[in-house]
């Protein structure tokens, strides 16, 4: 079983290389996002549709993740 430190850097390696189903694939249903330039975004399929609608190469600036 991978630890939670292996998870996040996978996590992070898919949204570095842009593969957003793999990334959506981790998330649990009930995923909540909180983004300065968003708000907040709760559910999976609402963060997918965010995510798919997003601005290629958008910088990541102002981004905070907390893992829990």
């Keep these: ?11 992070m390696g898919y949204q570095r290389e842009q593969k957003t189903d793999e990334m959506l694939a981790m ?8 983004s300065p330039m968003t708000g907040t975004i709760s559910g ?3 963060l997918a ?3 798919r609608n997003r601005p290629m ?10 893992w829990s």
């Design 57 to 66: 190469g958008g910088g990541g600036g102002g981004m905070n993740i907390s």
């Design 49 to 51: 549709q965010q995510m």
């Design 1 to 11: 079983m991978a630890s939670r430190i292996e998870l996040a850097q996978q996590y």
């Design 27 to 34: 998330l649990a249903e009930d995923v909540v996002m909180n």
């Design 44 to 46: 999976k399929e609402a």
